[in-house]
């Protein structure tokens, strides 16, 4: 038909509105329709595979008392859902049933919008923005639109905290809107274990009351699920990559650095690492911080030269503890380590940690100079001197990893 379908005006029905199929060149309205009848399927408005060439309006009140049906609608306004009141769901729980939907203007389900079965807009191509603002959602599956895809804005700005599961997997959108206030705890997002956002992607942030890095971060990490007997704890990285790279573009690098950190932390909590690699990732954590601050190795490293150095220039000074490493008996006069000779090279304290600790230097004071076990607190200063080359050979090899970015890269 070339008009509208007017559907409004407290418009009343004795069994569910089939429209499916039908095609409808100006608007759809059911403003004010009151569908309180269902079919044996629990469907009170049938209209898969609808084409309209307006907007389509469900609002004022509009009420239905089963579900509402639009799988695979083509709408080229607006789906316009803002107070209406899905009381009804059929044989799949489903109050609005829309996967596979193209809008080409606004999607919205606001101004008291409630629906007591979950909404699908699982695959939906919306052209315009959604606006996600309603005032009661189910406990069990609130939201599933996995795959959709929204040209501009996904407002979600509900009235009172979800409980359900909301599925945002493979979903994308240009801009991510939500209030962080104090009248919007986590922005009323599911709890944890209730929110799925593997591939999720979008481009920026928006709104009044913008999350700090730390409120994004416990947002993700509701994605993961604990372990049950049946299945195992999930764990994606995904979702930190695409916050931190969406900090980056923003030039916020000290956020996106944060939120790497985390992802490889949280691997640790609730990935499946064996053993071994949970030991190794605890190390990274607590040296390098994965590489992103390398730095710590390098003043370990100064640490254990400074330490070896001191300790060394104690040694020099304390009866026979640094002894020749080399035989001397052949020498006229016998070497220590406070008395240079001509035939032997002298000790110096500064350059015998540099052979110490560092690995990749070598000023041959070790080949010539050794702490002498045989004295008093020999058995310390040797000790301490393999200790140290331990050190220096662990602090040297962070180092290496984590400014080549060997780390990062795991």
């Known amino acids: 038909m070339d008009g509208h379908l007017l559907l409004n005006k407290k418009f009343t029905a004795a069994g569910a509105v089939r ?5 409808v060149g100006g608007q759809l309205s059911c403003s004010s329709a009151q569908l309180t009848v269902a079919n044996t399927d629990g469907n009170a408005l049938i209209a898969d595979g609808i084409k309209v060439g ?9 009420r239905a008392a089963g579900a509402v049906r639009l799988q695979d609608a083509d709408i080229a306004g607006q789906l316009i859902c803002s107070s209406a009141q899905l009381m009804g769901m059929n044989s799949e729980s489903y109050a609005l049933v829309a996967d596979g939907i193209k809008v080409g203007g606004h999607v919205l389900l606001d101004e008291g919008f409630r629906a007591r079965g979950t909404v699908k807009l699982a695959g939906a191509q919306i052209d315009g923005s959604l606006l996600l603002g309603p005032s009661e959602l189910p406990a069990e599956n609130a939201l599933l639109a996995a795959g959709m895809h929204v040209s501009h804005e ?5 009235a009172t905290q979800v409980n359900g599961l909301v599925n945002l997997e493979r979903a994308s ?10 009248d919007h705890p986590k922005a009323h997002w599911p709890p944890d274990g209730k929110l799925r956002l593997v591939a999720f992607t979008y481009e920026t942030f928006g709104g009044t009351a913008l999350a ?8 993700i990490r509701c994605n993961h699920t604990t372990a049950t007997p049946r299945n195992p704890a999930s764990f994606a990285s995904q979702p930190y990559e695409q916050l931190a790279r969406v900090y980056r573009q923003a030039g916020q690098d000290n956020d996106a650095r944060e939120i790497a950190i985390a992802r490889r932390q949280d691997l640790r909590s609730y990935g499946d690492l064996t053993p071994l690699r949970k030991v190794f990732n605890w190390l990274m954590d607590k040296t390098i911080k994965y590489g992103y601050q390398t730095w710590r190795a390098v003043a370990g490293l100064a640490t254990v030269y400074l330490l070896v150095f001191l300790g060394s220039l104690v040694a020099q000074h304390h009866d026979t503890a640094i002894v020749p490493a080399k035989d001397t008996k052949s020498l006229a006069s016998a070497p220590t380590a406070t008395k240079c000779i001509e035939d032997y090279p002298c000790f110096y304290p500064a350059a015998y940690a540099v052979d110490v600790v560092i690995p990749v230097v070598n000023v041959r004071q070790v080949e010539n100079w050794r702490p002498n076990g045989a004295t008093s607190y020999g058995w310390l200063y040797t000790g301490s001197a393999w200790i140290a080359t331990g050190l220096g050979w662990a602090l040297t090899t962070l180092a290496v990893v984590g400014y080549t970015g060997l780390v990062q890269r795991e």
Request: neutral net charge; charged residues 20%; glycine residues 10%.
């Open 154 to 158: 996904l407002r979600w700005n509900p």
């Open 173 to 182: 959108v240009h801009r991510l809107v939500d209030c962080w206030d104090g």
């Open 212 to 219: 700090t890095w730390q409120q994004r971060l416990g947002w």
């Open 54 to 62: 307006g907007d389509v309006f469900l609002h004022k009140d509009f």
């Open 19 to 23: 429209v499916n199929g039908a095609n």
